[in-house]
């Protein structure tokens, strides 16, 4: 007979939790109810006895990988992976694992990698930030049994939303800058196939029709500026041959630099820039400082997501709050509703709240 230890069964945790076999499947599958009590009596008892669900024979018999696909464009974003987090942490506690993707702005890979996910049998999906137009999107969308959008609204009945107010927040933003005396503002754009880019642009132009500011052509600064003519692109950008080298880093660090150093040395009398994000805004504080341009006095930078960063630059960042975590937790959360059939509302709405610092008081 042999010596070795034989595996821990699901009966023998049930045993030692004190609960019935089908209670601990709750538990380990994360669906279903179980008090807390119950979830940490389970927890323990198959920690004690060593025991591993066998995932492939749960995923046969319920359907279920208890895997969640999540495809991001821009990894190294911190807006991008705060929302990451947030998922991450609701999944696990669900009881899920997150599987996470980074498309790299390109819609052939966001395509590519929604397949892929299908392939390997997710429950469900989430797309942060897709940059695929609505037909391809739904079309790669199609196979999986649900998914949820986060800031590239959807209509489907498999599919849920989350959306912070765009527009508004950039109505925010130009309001501030009326209300403090600054006469030609200008903005710089985001990725032209994005959808938040497209909301933010959208309320950029609608507030300076509002103030009746003129809405300058050559005030408004397209994001591809800033990747320069050597790499067209953030896919290409990022695929370059010295990606990752102290050079490609200090091409990054800069990012929003370039075009904004253009713009403001062609107009001298712009005293306020609104920016897409706070990276952006990095980048324009740093052009204003190599072109003696004062922050605020000469002219006032506000960004937007107000990433931790916004309060260690110099002056602090004048910016826009987005609840990133919670915008991914929630997105688990009504993914989860989704595939448990249970009622979820089609799109949950985050705002932006301005937060006034030193670089546009």
């Given at each position: 007979m042999s010596s070795a230890k034989l595996k821990a069964t699901i009966h023998d945790v049930a045993r030692a939790a004190g609960v019935s076999a089908i209670t601990v499947s709750r538990v380990l599958s994360g669906n279903g109810y179980a008090s807390e009590t119950t979830r940490q009596q389970v927890a323990r008892a198959a920690e004690k006895l060593g025991y591993v669900p066998n995932r492939i024979a749960s995923s046969l018999s319920s359907g279920r990988t208890q895997t969640i696909g999540m495809v991001i464009p821009d990894i190294a974003s911190v807006h991008f992976a705060e929302i990451a987090l947030g998922a991450e942490n609701a999944a696990t506690r669900a009881g899920y694992h997150l599987i996470l993707s980074n498309t790299i702005g390109n819609r052939d890979h966001e395509k590519h990698v929604l397949a892929f996910l299908h392939q390997t049998r997710v429950d469900g999906v989430i797309l942060a930030g897709a940059r695929l137009p609505d037909?391809?999107?739904?079309?790669?969308?199609?196979?999986?049994?649900?998914?949820?959008?986060?800031?590239?609204?959807?209509?489907?009945?498999?599919?849920?939303?989350?959306?912070?107010?765009?527009?508004?927040?950039?109505?925010?933003?130009?309001?501030?800058?009326?209300?403090?005396?600054?006469?030609?503002?200008a903005f710089i754009a985001g990725p032209k196939h994005s959808y938040s880019a497209r909301e933010r642009l959208r309320g950029f132009r609608a507030a300076m029709k509002k103030f009746e500011r003129p809405i300058?052509?050559?005030?408004?600064?397209?994001?591809?500026?800033?990747?320069?003519?050597?790499?067209?692109?953030?896919?290409?950008?990022?695929?370059?041959?010295?990606?990752?080298?102290?050079?490609?880093?200090?091409?990054?660090?800069?990012?929003?630099?370039r075009g904004a150093r253009t713009m403001l040395a062609a107009h001298p009398e712009v005293d306020a820039v609104v920016c897409f994000d706070d990276q952006i805004a990095f980048g324009v504080l740093q052009a204003c400082a190599e072109l003696g341009r004062r922050v605020p006095d000469d002219v006032a930078v506000i960004g937007c997501n107000d990433i931790p960063l916004a309060l260690q630059a110099t002056p602090q960042l004048t910016t826009q709050r987005i609840e990133r975590y919670q915008m991914g937790k929630r997105a688990v959360e009504m993914l989860i509703e989704q595939l448990n059939g249970t009622p979820h509302p089609d799109s949950v709405v985050f705002p932006h709240t301005l937060i006034v610092r030193a670089s546009a008081p």
């Open positions: 037909d391809d999107l739904m079309h790669a969308l199609a196979p999986h049994r649900a998914f949820v959008s986060i800031n590239h609204p959807l209509a489907a009945p498999n599919g849920g939303n989350i959306v912070s107010e765009h527009a508004k927040g950039m109505m925010l933003a130009v309001a501030h800058t009326v209300s403090s005396q600054r006469r030609v503002i300058r052509a050559d005030l408004i600064v397209g994001y591809e500026t800033n990747y320069g003519e050597e790499f067209p692109s953030q896919w290409e950008w990022f695929n370059a041959a010295d990606v990752g080298s102290t050079q490609w880093n200090e091409r990054r660090a800069s990012f929003g630099s």
